[in-house]
């Protein structure tokens, strides 16, 4: 009982800021997460894939950032906040192995649910690439003060240690 409890507990947080993936300006998006803490997210790669599935699930890809190995495929009842399950078949394929244990899985989770934000993914450094509308690519890049992204020459500096994808 309480392993479940410390599983759906943590979900309900995510009820509150379940991912719209709406349009939101630049500017907007730097003000709201110029100061955030991503720490939570150091090393890891979360985004919405999609919603309104016919058992009313939406899914989301957790994977460890930079690794090798694909994401895992995250299944989590709308209503509910619990997660239905979570499929490795892409993990296996590409890894032979798990590399994550459904616990980290549920806590990254948990972390991003934190941001309105469709994608985010933080590096070991702590550089913060998001995209607040949709889950394929990182347009935004918030740069760590004491790191440089090997893919900087992939973005173009807009204001303060914030970059846009060119």
Same mark, same amino acid.
């Given at each position: 009982?309480?392993k479940?409890?410390?599983?759906?507990?943590?979900?309900? !947080?995510?009820?509150?800021?379940?991912? &719209?993936?709406?349009?939101?300006?630049?500017?907007?998006?730097?003000k #709201?997460?110029?100061?955030?803490?991503? &720490?939570?997210?150091?090393? *890891?790669?979360?985004? *919405?894939?999609?919603?309104?599935?016919?058992?009313?699930?939406s899914?989301?890809?957790?994977?460890?950032?930079?690794?090798? @190995? &694909?994401?895992?495929?995250?299944? %989590?009842?709308?209503?509910? #906040? +619990?997660? !239905?399950? +979570?499929?490795?078949?892409?993990? %296996? =394929?590409? @890894?032979?192995k798990?590399?994550?244990?459904?616990?980290?899985?549920?806590?990254?989770?948990?972390?991003?649910?934190? $941001?309105?934000l469709?994608?985010?993914?933080?590096?070991?450094?702590?550089?913060?690439?998001?995209? /607040?509308?949709? /889950?394929?690519?990182?347009?935004? %890049?918030?740069?760590?003060?004491?790191?440089?992204? =090997?893919?900087?020459?992939? *973005?173009?500096? $807009? =204001?303060?240690?914030?970059? !846009? =994808?060119?």
């Open positions: 009982m309480k479940i409890i410390r599983v759906i507990l943590p979900l309900l !947080v995510l009820a509150i800021s379940q991912q &719209s993936c709406n349009g939101q300006g630049v500017d907007s998006i730097i #709201k997460y110029d100061d955030t803490d991503f &720490s939570s997210l150091k090393g *890891f790669s979360v985004y *919405f894939r999609s919603a309104g599935h016919e058992n009313n699930t899914i989301y890809f957790v994977n460890s950032y930079g690794g090798g @190995c &694909s994401p895992y495929i995250v299944e %989590l009842n709308d209503r509910d #906040k +619990i997660i !239905v399950n +979570i499929n490795n078949d892409l993990v %296996l =394929k590409s @890894c032979s798990d590399y994550m244990s459904r616990e980290k899985i549920t806590q990254v989770l948990v972390g991003y649910a934190q $941001y309105d469709c994608l985010v993914q933080v590096d070991n450094e702590g550089n913060v690439y998001i995209n /607040p509308d949709r /889950p394929d690519r990182a347009t935004l %890049l918030r740069k760590s003060k004491s790191s440089t992204p =090997k893919d900087l020459a992939l *973005f173009e500096h $807009y =204001k303060g240690n914030w970059y !846009v =994808k060119k």
